[in-house]
């Protein structure tokens, strides 16, 4: 039997260009098996997942990037998904719950099933049990990273440098690896050490204090929105990397900060407090601040959301609540009326709302042209019948839980057709078949890094 560090050092690395190439023939060789498979959009780039939780939670649909690995096979041409995770306890996720979905009998594992948070997030993937904490376990990565397009990482500033897995370390290994950095608030700055989940930044840059009732607290929104926004700036720069990639062959170092995101993501309230110099004008719930009637209104048995955002909307509006007087009174017949006589008109229109079922209201407006919508639990939602027509939940078969539902990728493309292929990994599922399918090694040599604790 080889010893471990023999057997990786046996492993070749995925050709790449020198420093200042600019001819990309190598990219483009490795690229043209793949080029006839237009289903998968990112199929033949391979990224290693170095991530936890939700905040890069974007790359295994491909076309989206869900923190996670595409692995292009070159006989079978199918994109292929790697998350390297905890050999013992495995990503964050997998412990948050409930609700979970329970193992079916006789799966052979105990507890109370895979949770729901993980379910949702890593579908599409392979999942990797990995311990940073021995020698074996970091070369691993780093033939890993020698293959690999793009590496995604969400530790804080500096934690992988002692491992060897800071950009500076890897771009050595691997010049042309593109290398992003998520984290709370960035490479730099006086709280690039400070941790912090999508909660603590939502309130410290400023979408907590707009986000809630008028009179009522701040909260935060119902969704890791940042996480969410963060991944999505994420991808996008990933892409544009590999664009520049294509030009240059040289990979670079991407920092993405959950506060610079949300601080982006502002946008008009953050360009009408530059511009006016004032502070914001707090939390609207439903409404809008410069625009009236636009908020939900109560109904018999829910809630119902007018837009009315311009004089026609309004109008509209006015003759489906049976008020087509007020298109020519002076205190509503304009916009910058309606909202200097808000709180009168929005509760007169709540005195009319009130005496129909929302769906009577949907009756009502119902291909008039106007904005409206009812206001659905998350349950209506998934079961709503345009949510259906869409595509937009599947189910597919977990091996040790029976059948899940999970929800689709969102965007629909003429040629290519990302989606939901394979369910949800266990923890460490696939760790010999990536270490023997990528990186050629043998059972034994698998077996001795098993022994040594340094992968699951």
Known sequence: MLPISRALCRVGRAPRLSAGRTDVSSFLIRRQSSAADATLPLAGYRVLDMTRVLAALLYSDPGRFRACIYIQWSIT???????????????D??????????YRAGSGHEGPGESAYFLGVNRNKKSLG???????????????????????????????KKYGM????????????????????????????RAGYDVMVEAEFGLMHITGSRDGPPVKVGVAVTDLTTGLYTSNSIMAALLARAKTGRGQHIDVALSDCQTATLANIASSCLISGKRDTGRWGTAHPSIVPYKSFKTKDGDVLFGGGN???????????????????????????RVANRDELEAEIEKISVLKTTQEWLDVFE????????????????????????GMVVELEHGECGPIKVVNTPVKYSESSPGVRTAPPMLGQHTDEVLSDLLGLGGDAISALKDAGAVR
């Open 77 to 91: 041409k199918r994109a292929e998904v790697i998350k390297i995770e905890h050999p013992t306890r495995g990503d």
């Open 93 to 102: 996720t997998r412990a948050w719950g409930p609700p979970y979905a329970p």
């Open 130 to 160: 990995l311990s940073f904490q021995h020698p074996e376990g970091v070369e691993v990565l780093h033939k890993l990273a020698a293959k690999c397009d793009i590496l995604v990482e969400n530790y804080l500033p500096g934690s992988l």
């Open 166 to 193: 800071d950009f500076e370390t890897v771009h050595k290994i691997n010049p042309s690896l593109i290398y992003a950095s998520i984290t709370g608030y960035g490479q730099t700055g006086p709280y690039a050490q």
């Open 311 to 337: 004089d026609k909307l309004f109008g509209i509006l006015c003759d489906g609540l049976g008020r087509p007087e007020w298109k020519t009174d002076p205190k509503y017949s304009v916009n910058s009326q």
């Open 367 to 390: 291909g008039k042209g106007m904005p409206y919508a009812a206001v659905n639990d998350v349950q209506d939602t998934l079961n709503h019948e345009h949510t259906r027509a869409r």
